[in-house]
């Protein structure tokens, strides 16, 4: 058993922001090692290995990625799995958006709705170096709880006007969520060593 599975959609992206697609693929060497040293540093050391699941967009697989915007399966000793969503941004925005709805003129529910996953990572390459300058990992039950209670409050649905995409965001700086929503980010731990 190994330590990161990544779902692999293997089908085709096509659409205006198949270009992201491809950017992000580059990312996960990088975001493995960075997720290795939170959870290391965080006394949950990930196992060892790194694998990347192919599958193709109906397969059962690609129900994780594609139906409940699981991108990632983290596994812990014991056998314990988390499981995470996961946004490569190369802008300097260094906000956290999720997609809310998919189609504001039928009422397709996007992310927001449908993600079932319980980590959710952003992380911002602006100058394309291959390595994350600011980044958040957060724990996404506390944050949809917190958001149900009111005390996280999101800016108002956006749609991206520079790539003309349907679907529109509900988005908030990164670095404004409550401590007990972020498990780990780059203005605190930088640099990460393994627990003792």
């Known amino acids: 058993m190994v330590g990161i599975s990544r779902i692999n959609i293997t089908d085709k992206n096509t659409g205006r922001g198949v270009y992201r697609f491809e950017k992000s693929s580059k990312m996960a060497g990088a975001a493995n090692k960075l997720y290795r040293d939170?959870?290391?540093?965080?006394?949950?050391?990930?196992?060892?290995g790194d694998e990347s699941k192919d599958c193709?967009?109906?397969?059962?697989?690609?129900?994780?990625?594609?139906?409940?915007?699981?991108?990632?399966?983290?596994?812990?000793?014991?056998g314990t799995e988390l499981t995470l969503q996961e946004k490569f941004l190369f802008t300097t925005f260094n906000t956290v958006t999720v997609e809310y709805m998919q189609n504001p003129s039928t009422q397709e529910r996007g992310d927001w709705f449908t993600c079932r996953t319980q980590l959710y990572f952003?992380?911002?390459?602006?100058?394309?170096?291959g390595q994350f300058a600011n980044w958040v990992l957060l724990d996404w039950l506390?944050?949809?709880?917190l958001t149900?209670?009111?005390?996280?409050?999101w800016?108002?649905?956006?749609?991206?006007?520079?790539?003309?995409a349907r679907a529109n965001f509900i988005y908030l700086p990164m670095f404004s969520f409550p401590s007990e929503c972020v498990l780990a980010d780059s203005r605190t731990m930088y640099n990460t060593t393994p627990a003792a």
């Open 56 to 78: 193709t967009k109906d397969s059962f697989l690609a129900g994780y990625d594609y139906g409940m915007g699981i991108d990632v399966i983290l596994r812990m000793g014991g």
């Open 122 to 129: 952003v992380g911002y390459d602006p100058l394309e170096t």
């Open 38 to 48: 939170i959870f290391a540093h965080l006394s949950m050391p990930i196992l060892p």
């Open 148 to 153: 149900l209670q009111k005390k996280i409050v």
């Open 142 to 145: 506390k944050v949809k709880t």
């Open 155 to 164: 800016n108002p649905p956006r749609q991206n006007q520079k790539d003309g």
